[in-house]
């Protein structure tokens, strides 16, 4: 089968997208499934982002921002894991897996662990296969017809 | 002296799709009201207060009624093809009440399938006798011919799906108060904004609204339902620790749940500029967790029973997910 997953990440500006960055500047070769929307803090995060995402064709959601303690607004990661946490719950009640849906901690001297994640996620979303969100959608749709 | 022509009065309808009847009683629990709304407008159509059939609205020609309140969700062939019929035969076609917004009560069936809803109701629930497990069929023949009756979608949609809609007036059911408004809009042809809106509402959230004590510090231990916790008659029930929708829920129903000390329950759909009052409330919600540690917060989260049902009591349909995945 020649199903290409399509990741879509959220990366705060301050140290995931920095982390991506030395990812690139150190020539690091990872996964190219990863589609990366810059914010400038995970705690800006709103689950609408997410559910849209996921509803517009991603197989899987990461959002990554600094490590507990470093964020640049220094709450900011923590509102965000809240979030996160209880997304994480609405979204298995939604019948969708809870591993196509991921937080991480990137510092912006982790280059190596983002290409590593990318690489790992990647792995995971083939394993599970293609998002069913839109097609369940399309599908319902037909059947009114 | 010669007699003043009359003004033609309006032709108005009323149509239920998959709803409970709420809607349509809205309309006459206008009140005294009522007789200035006939005075104006002719009720043509209207299936809970007339007898009249299908096939009259079929003959009306095309824009021929000049307001259409479609209540309830679309659930089935039947409420399609009446929804069609009457976007046809309609200048105005209102979603009326939260299940032709949203989806509504009916809505939260997108949380299973057909498949699932029937084997429950026909076979499975206490009160069920049914060994042959015989469940409804579309269409049986019998000597005399062929039965048919509408088929059930697998999902509810809400009006907008299915055909153009020109305002929404949410609310379940909404305020009679701000259905008069709508009208007198609609008869004078003043205030009504561009199509598309929603109208007799408000602006703003319910919390605008809302009289109790509320402060800037929403910090939460633990969430309650409202049965496990006595509620003091005044301070913000979220600080409390009891989930309210107002938050993520437009006013202009006189936030009359709150005043009757039940939190709101978001039948009113999203604030201008959230498209889904779930997300809304996920975002707001989640920054009230009181804990920063993942054991922590889970242990908090547990305390939601059902963050989907709850958040999507009255819009599921009509969210970004829109049903459950199958």
């Not at chain 2, 019929?85 to 399938?113: D, E, H, T, W």
Request: charged share 25%.
């Amino acid at each position: 089968m020649n199903f290409r997953p399509t990741i879509v990440a959220f990366l705060c500006n301050w140290c995931a997208y920095t982390g991506a960055d030395l990812a690139g500047t150190s020539r690091l070769h990872y996964a190219p499934n990863v589609r990366i929307i810059r914010i400038m803090c995970s705690g800006r995060i709103e689950p609408t982002f997410i559910l849209k995402a996921f509803k517009e064709g991603a197989d899987g959601v990461l959002v990554c921002g600094c490590h507990p303690g470093d964020c640049h607004y220094q709450e900011g990661n923590y509102k965000c894991l809240r979030r996160f946490r209880l997304l994480e719950k609405f979204v298995s009640q939604m019948g969708i897996e809870k591993e196509r849906l991921k937080l991480e901690w990137i510092s912006a001297s982790e280059g190596k662990q983002f290409a590593e994640l990318i690489n790992e996620m990647t792995g995971t979303i083939l394993q599970l296969g293609p998002g069913k969100v839109q097609r369940t959608l399309e599908l319902e749709h037909l059947k009114t017809k | 002296m010669s007699q003043e022509p009359t003004k033609p009065k309006l032709k108005l309808a009323v149509y239920w799709g998959a709803a409970c009847g709420g809607c349509c009683v809205s309309v006459l629990d206008t009140h005294e009201k009522f007789l200035d709304i006939v005075a104006a407008a002719d009720p043509v159509f209207w299936p809970i207060a007339m007898d009249i059939k299908y096939k009259d609205v079929e003959n009306m020609p095309d824009k021929s009624i000049d307001l259409t309140l479609f209540n309830g969700a679309v659930r089935n062939s039947e409420n399609k093809h009446m929804a069609q019929l009457m976007r046809q035969k309609s200048k105005i076609l209102v979603a009326y009440g939260s299940c032709a917004y949203m989806g509504g009560i009916p809505g939260l069936a997108n949380f299973f399938s057909k498949q699932d809803i029937f084997k429950r109701a026909y076979e499975e629930t206490e009160s069920t006798n049914n060994p042959e497990k015989i469940n409804p069929l579309p269409s049986v023949t019998v000597k005399e011919g062929t039965l048919e009756i509408p088929v059930m979608f697998n999902d509810v949609f809400p009006l907008n799906q299915i055909v153009d809609v020109d305002y929404y007036i949410p609310g379940c059911p909404p305020q009679s108060e701000r259905l008069i408004e709508v009208f007198s809009a609609v008869v004078t042809g003043v205030g009504l904004p561009p199509a598309g809106s929603v109208v007799g509402a408000n602006d703003k959230t319910n919390c605008d609204d809302c009289k109790r004590k509320k402060s800037d510090n929403k910090k939460v231990k633990k969430f309650f339902r409202p049965w496990e916790i006595q509620d003091d008659k005044e301070t913000c029930f979220i600080e409390q620790g009891v989930i309210c929708m107002g938050p993520a829920t437009r006013g202009g129903c006189g936030v009359r749940c709150v005043e009757g000390n039940s939190p709101c329950r978001g039948c009113y759909g999203p604030p201008p500029g959230a498209s889904d009052p779930g997300a809304k409330m996920m975002a707001a919600i989640g920054t009230m967790i009181d804990a920063n540690k993942p054991e922590e917060i889970d242990e908090i989260i547990e305390t939601i029973v059902d963050p989907a049902g709850l958040f999507y009591r009255f819009s599921l349909p009509g969210s970004i997910l829109g049903r459950k995945v199958l």
